[in-house]
């Protein structure tokens, strides 16, 4: 099914409720996510803020996207999970968001981190896009 938009452009529907200009988009990728900035705390040696991008690359813009992450050590065993919710991303656009970790080594106590799941991916007028995980993808520097 496709549409147009408001400036005449052809917008394609997906499965999964979403909309994109690519008509053979394959769903991965659409969703971009960079740690963009590890921040340690000035007052608490064991406290780090990350902040991370998130590029939407679908044609619609988002109200909310929530995504799992859990973060590992450096021998790749678990540490921890925390949710990074970005709100309102825009088509096209980065949207930031920060989340706090306690750490016995601050910034430098984790070596990577994964999306697990996204239990929250909705368009603007609320809509659910289904299985948004497929959507994600972590871009490393």
Avoid at 55 to 75: C, K, W
Avoid at 103 to 108: E, G, M, P
Wanted: aromatic share 10%.
């Amino acid at each position: 099914m496709s549409a147009f938009t408001a400036e005449g452009e052809r917008v394609y529907l997906y499965g999964n409720g979403s909309w994109s200009t690519e008509p053979d988009l394959s769903f991965s990728d659409l969703l971009e996510m960079e740690l963009q900035q590890a921040r340690p705390d000035a007052d608490k040696d064991d406290r780090c803020t990350l902040i991370f991008g998130l590029r939407n690359g679908f044609a619609v813009n988002l109200q909310e996207v929530a995504a799992e992450v859990q973060f590992l050590d450096p021998d790749g065993q678990y540490l921890l999970t925390r949710r990074v919710t970005f709100k309102n991303p825009r088509a096209g656009k980065v949207r930031f968001a920060e989340v706090q970790m306690q750490l016995a080594d601050a910034c430098t106590g984790f070596n990577s981190f994964d999306v697990v799941d996204v239990p929250t991916c909705r368009m603007d007028d609320g809509t659910k896009i289904e299985d948004c995980f497929q959507s994600f993808s972590i871009v490393e520097d």
